[in-house]
């Protein structure tokens, strides 16, 4: 265990100090791995989805406030092409749109990355409409507590994200960095709605597209990501399911899943376009048939020995969400033993966990 973390800060240490090439010729960012000298990093998973609902500032201030590094906002588009954060492009489960009758002749059904959804969609609001919307708790039935909040918060845009990771950033006395992730980007650029440039654009009028701005830019997309390498100049993360495909490679017949892309084959070739890999944690710690921990694999190892640092999604304290031999009892909402879920994760060397829960990651890292 203190090899595998060693080798973690090393690598990270190393990529600070410019030691490891970062792709591309026409862009490197560097600017993380820099808080890996003290841990892995802790990323707000859609703020502190744990205590508030999620993509609020009030979720993405508490992360913050709760010693995140990094705060993440999924990003989405509204009909006049703001970029708006939401883990999806159908509101109809984290905003009460369905309780304001102007906008029920909005609720339709359409194919989002191959699948039928039903409800209300981003890109038919503009964003003073969504204004009007407030967030709600995801799953209720898991957080109870958060419930209260329900109705208070608005649906941010990303410069409003930028603009509290600013200002957290002055009052806490260092820097709140942002990790934002394009969803269904291949759909969105078929809707005449990229997420892409506006990205850029936001980060360039921010003065965040630079190399050591703290800033990741993720994808389940491979594509997008390889567009974007010539014009953002911070890291960019690919994001690898644990099972699927990306579903730009679906749409152009490209038969290659996320498995290929974690093979030692697939390792170099995100090399050449991005700098991390944003896992899901079964491919770095698969579960047996119970449910259990079983052995890690051998991302982490293959990921650094390529130069790509590794970031695991997504660490929950509920029972429901944690591996069967860290559950605490048989009540699917409560706590269980979440920090001796993290000691099996950050024993592998890993270099960053998105957790709903940044406090408790906190916690762990202090290890
Ligand atoms: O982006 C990392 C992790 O958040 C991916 O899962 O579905 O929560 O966006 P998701
Ligand atoms: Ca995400």
Known sequence: MVRTRFVGAALAALAVAGAVVLPSATASGQAEVASSRKGPLVIGHRGASG????????????????????????????????????????????????????????RTTKVIDGASVTGWFTEDFTLAEL????????????????????????????????????RLSRELGRDIGIYPETKHPTYFQEIGLPLEPRLVDV????????????????????????????????????????????????KAGDKRTYADLVTPQGLREIRTYANGVGAAKDLVIPRDAAGALREPTALVRDAHTRGLVV???????????????????ADPTAYGDPLGE??????????????????????????
């Not at 588009?77 to 009758?101: F, M, S, Y």
């Not at 109870?144 to 410069?159: A, K």
């Not at 970031?311 to 009892?329: I, K, M, Q, V």
Request: charged content about 30%; overall charge neutral; glycine content about 6%.
């Open 131 to 166: 204004k009007t919307l407030r967030a709600k708790e995801r799953i209720p039935e898991v957080r109870q507590r958060n419930t209260v909040y329900n109705g208070r918060f608005e649906v941010p845009t990303l410069e409003e994200v930028v603009d509290l990771s600013r």
């Open 311 to 329: 970031h695991a999604w997504t660490f929950r304290n509920e029972n429901t969400f944690l591996p069967a031999d860290f559950r605490g009892s």
């Open 342 to 367: 993290y000691a099996r994760f950050f024993a592998t060397g890993l270099d960053g966990v998105f957790a709903d829960n940044p406090d408790t990651a906190v916690e762990a890292r202090k290890g």
């Open 51 to 106: 205590y508030r609902p999620e993509h609020t500032l009030a979720s993405y201030e508490l992360a913050a406030r709760m010693g995140a590094d990094y705060v993440e906002p999924d990003l989405v588009a509204t009909r006049d092409g703001k970029l708006v954060a939401r883990h999806e492009n159908e509101i109809g489960g984290t905003t009460d749109v369905a309780a304001h009758p102007e906008f029920a002749a909005r």
């Open 203 to 250: 980060l360039d009028r921010a003065g965040l597209n630079r190399p050591n701005a703290k800033v990741f830019v993720q994808s389940f997309e491979v594509a997008n990501l390889k567009q974007l390498r010539s014009k953002l100049r911070v890291p960019l993360v690919q994001l690898v399911n644990a099972s699927g495909a990306p579903y730009d490679f679906v």
